[in-house]
């Protein structure tokens, strides 16, 4: 937990110091409304691991104060903008609006707050309706965003009992494992999604709420054993890959279908590399 406390300390290397002032909440505003919401579920995440309120109660200012109220209209309800500026006051996307939307069931999960879940269903609604088809959580359609949009339909299933959070999920989850927009033809395993910091780190999202899913009693069972192979295969196609003659470098490449070979590793793709082993390990445990 030392390290958690000096994330927080040090407002997750937020570069935005415009609110600082306002107390531990301000360190965490940021120009970009995903990157706070990702904020958000990280403290939330803390908070549960370590029994912690306080994390959880920053990410709770965070929302209240600078995720919910840049809130806009469109035709079909309110949904969130991407950033604050004016050329995004329509960019409802959804890397924005789908963590958001888990934020938001999660703060219900804690306070028994009815409005968190009420913002929930309206940020749920904004994603279905801007999605391009019942399975693509937006366009292009990326590991890390199909990953939260599933997440928080199965957060909202488990609040609410309605059957249509629990089919979304479902259907958002499998098209990361089985679209060929998601996976490579070759392997069919999950795809390089490009070297950035931001798209290494993609994958890392998606599994932890793939196997929630699969672990979820409540999940369609064929749904879910289709993600669970899925799952193997990439942690398969991973450990053929890894150098074990270079332990402890031993690191994984941006395609787990690929051996890393020389140069610096990324630490995105490592990320996304453990992650999809320690939730493998889950799927035994």
């Known amino acids: 937990m030392g390290y958690a406390r000096k994330w927080c300390q ?6 935005n110091r415009d609110y600082r002032g306002e107390g531990t909440y301000g360190g965490f505003f940021n120009v970009w409304t995903d990157d706070m919401a990702w904020i958000c579920l990280t403290l939330i995440r803390i908070s549960e691991v370590s029994g912690d309120a306080q994390y959880r109660g920053i990410a709770k200012e965070v929302f209240d104060r600078y995720i919910w109220p840049r809130r806009k209209t469109y035709s079909g309800g309110t949904a969130l903008p991407w950033t604050s500026r004016p050329e995004d006051v329509s960019n409802f996307n959804a890397c924005t609006n789908a963590p958001s939307c888990l934020v938001a069931a999660r703060l219900h999960s804690f306070y028994a707050d009815a409005g968190y879940l009420e ?17 693509r959580a937006e366009e292009p359609p990326l590991s890390y965003t199909q990953g939260t949009l599933g997440e928080a339909c199965r957060v909202l299933f488990h609040l609410t009992g309605d059957k249509k959070y629990m089919d979304k999920a479902g259907k958002v989850l499998q098209y990361a494992f089985v679209s ?9 395993v999950l795809r390089h999604e490009g070297t950035s910091m931001d798209q290494s780190l993609f994958k890392a999202v998606l599994i932890p709420y793939a196997v929630n899913y699969v672990l979820d009693a409540d999940a369609d069972s064929r749904t879910a054993q289709v993600i669970r192979e899925k799952l193997m295969l990439c942690a398969k196609t991973l450990y053929k890959h890894l150098d074990r003659n270079k332990y402890p470098q031993m690191y994984c490449d941006y395609f787990w ?29």
């Open 119 to 135: 913002i929930a269903k309206t940020l749920y609604k904004a994603c279905v309706d801007h999605m391009p088809d019942e399975e």
């Open 257 to 285: 279908g690929s051996t890393f070979t020389e140069g610096t590793a990324s630490m995105g793709a490592q990320a996304s590399g453990a992650s999809l082993m320690e939730g493998v390990a889950r799927l035994f445990i």
């Open 180 to 188: 060929n927009r998601c996976t490579d033809s070759a392997t069919g």
């Open 10 to 15: 040090n407002y997750a290397n937020n570069y």
